[in-house]
């Protein structure tokens, strides 16, 4: 059954059909947006956060979301408008990595 699924999936994704990509964002500093903020690039509405957690291991706010296709390569800059602000944020891939450690 699980074979059906990821067949369709990659027949979705082959035709260019699949136009949201579930990503991981990593907030800048300042601020904690709520689930089902909105994602834009520019003035693009580009998707939108579903969950968002403090990460004491990244030392950060982390979330995910959903994004348009052309806005879910890691690195690329997002604004989150969430409860009246707007905040800084970038895509990154999933699953997290922390930062590696300083080298000494």
């Known amino acids: 059954m699980r074979g059906e699924h990821e067949e369709v999936i990659a027949r979705l994704d082959s035709r260019h059909k699949v136009q949201r990509f579930l990503v ?47 806005h879910s390569e890691p690195g690329t800059r997002i604004e989150i408008h969430s409860g009246g602000a707007v905040l800084g944020a970038a895509v990154s891939a999933i699953p997290f990595k922390p930062p590696a450690p300083a080298a000494a």
Do not use: H, W
């Open 24 to 70: 991981g964002i990593l907030i800048d500093q300042g601020g904690v947006p709520e689930p089902r903020a909105r994602i834009f690039v520019g003035k693009s509405e580009a998707g939108l956060v579903t969950s968002v957690v403090p990460s004491l291991e990244m030392r950060r706010i982390i979330a995910l979301g959903y994004v348009r296709n052309e």
